[in-house]
């Protein structure tokens, strides 16, 4: 496994992080530990999750893990998040997260949970909760505070000049890459690290093979291997956050980080081009069937969606 600094927060985590949000049958907690246990052993050390996530069992499930991580010698930390900014309901969500975690402290957590523009942002310290994640810091029950976006490149830009957030996890990956390339830039170049999200699409990409078998270039490439390889290629990202459901997609993770060798800018301008031209050759209502999944993504703005598979806007949600 390789190990990357995050500046702010001064830890050293692993460039492939683990994301709890994508369990199966949930309620069966002891397949999952095995998984996040399996992933551990691995040399992975970030893990996130939240409340809500999976039925609501994936801190329980994580929690359970943690029990047997503390054993282990590899430093691990751990992210969670609630939808909650008010001071009532923010430190109800934050004491539970932490029983259910089996944690004193939490490294990360947040209640800016899927950010997706700067009026989201004016809303958030309009209300209070900037200042129930500073409290909660000067508390000890958290460590570092970070964000969780999935803005285009104009607002990410806004939003990171005006606080500095330890790390940003952000939504990226090749279908929205450019509509946020830029803002995930400003954020690194204002300190803060990077942790990219969704390089799956949340699914889509190996859903849809038709169109992203293309970005394959290399031989003997999966089409998994291709999609972090075009993350981990990017200056700007300090680890790729994977949803892992079994060890098999831990396995594909950590394969693709250990065979990886960066694109050149030549390669990714070609990956971009090879999708841009399969695209255009897709009939114009199989792009609309394919834009309407990628919409119910809430994590892909429509916009984004419609960009990309080159479709009337409006026609689609």
Request: some cysteine.
């Amino acid at each position: 496994m390789q190990y990357i600094k995050l500046e702010r927060a001064n830890i050293e985590i692993s460039k492939i992080a683990f994301g709890a949000q994508r369990f199966e049958n949930a309620k069966n907690h002891e397949e999952h530990v095995e998984t996040i246990l399996h992933a551990y052993k691995k040399g992975i050390n970030f893990f996130d999750t939240a409340v809500l996530y999976c039925e609501d069992q994936s801190e329980i499930i994580l929690g359970k893990a943690i029990k047997e991580m503390k054993k282990g010698d590899l430093p691990f930390y751990i992210s969670s998040k609630c939808l909650d900014g008010d001071h009532n309901n923010f430190r109800k969500r934050l004491e539970t997260s932490l029983k259910r975690l089996n944690l004193d402290s939490l490294d990360f957590f947040t209640c800016f949970w899927g950010v997706k523009s700067f009026l989201d942002w004016e809303g958030v310290k309009s209300f209070g909760a900037l200042k129930e994640m500073e409290k909660a810091k000067e508390e000890g029950l958290i460590k570092h505070i970070c964000i969780t976006t999935h803005m285009k490149n104009e607002d990410l830009k806004k939003v990171v000049k005006d606080y500095p957030f330890d790390i940003n996890i952000v939504g990226y990956n090749l279908i929205n890459s450019k509509a946020r390339i830029d803002g995930l830039k400003a954020s690194y170049e204002s300190g803060i690290s990077n942790i990219s999200m969704n390089p799956l699409g949340t699914g889509i990409i190996p859903q849809f093979k038709e169109v992203f078998d293309v970005i394959k270039i290399r031989e003997n490439q999966t089409l998994v291997q291709a999609a972090y390889d075009y993350l981990l290629s990017n200056p700007y990202i300090h680890s790729v956050l994977g949803g892992f459901s079994n060890k098999k997609h831990v396995d594909d993770a950590v394969f693709a980080l250990e065979n990886h060798v960066p694109y050149s800018k030549e390669e990714i301008q070609l990956i971009d081009k090879k999708v841009r031209k399969k695209i255009n050759t897709i009939p114009l209502e199989k792009r609309y069937e394919i834009a309407m999944e990628l919409c119910k993504k809430m994590y892909i703005l429509r916009d984004e969606v419609a960009e990309f598979m080159n479709v009337y806007p409006m026609r689609i949600w």
